[in-house]
């Protein structure tokens, strides 16, 4: 069973990028970061690869999507609450990242979205297993 992830998404600018996902509270890690690529470390098993294009692009022989008008993936944190859920999207969007809809509620479930600035969607989500419905 895989034991960590690693999402790799594009990004334009990587300085801007590297600042907008510390203000997150996450760190960035210097022995996997150049002029490239910049890894986030949100935990001990998840981070984010954000590539230049130009790098990106040596990783497949697909056309990259520009996530500005593109959505090609939405990636999803688990919180432990529904004030971790706010916490992280106002942080986002204090940072410079956008919300493109407002929250998510459905009682035992709920989320919200951002982008960053480059336009990679990212939401965050709290969910009560005792408050499901039935299946």
Do not use: H
Request: charged share 20%.
């Amino acid at each position: 069973m895989p034991n960590q992830i690693f999402v790799n998404l594009p990004t334009t600018d990587l300085e801007r990028s590297k600042t907008f996902f510390t203000a997150l509270g996450w760190r960035i890690e210097p022995q996997f970061t150049d002029e490239n690529a910049a890894c986030v470390v949100i935990n001990d098993s998840m981070f984010l690869m954000m590539l230049t294009p130009a790098f990106f692009a040596t990783f497949t022989d697909k056309a990259i999507a520009d996530p500005q008008t593109v959505l090609q993936v939405e990636t999803a944190f688990g919180e432990d609450s529904r004030e971790a859920v706010d916490a992280l999207a106002d942080r986002a969007v204090a940072a410079g990242g956008r919300e493109p809809r407002p929250a998510q509620d459905a009682g035992f479930m709920y989320s919200r979205s951002f982008d960053d600035p480059d336009g990679n969607l990212f939401s965050a989500v709290w969910m009560d297993p005792n408050g499901m419905p039935p299946a």
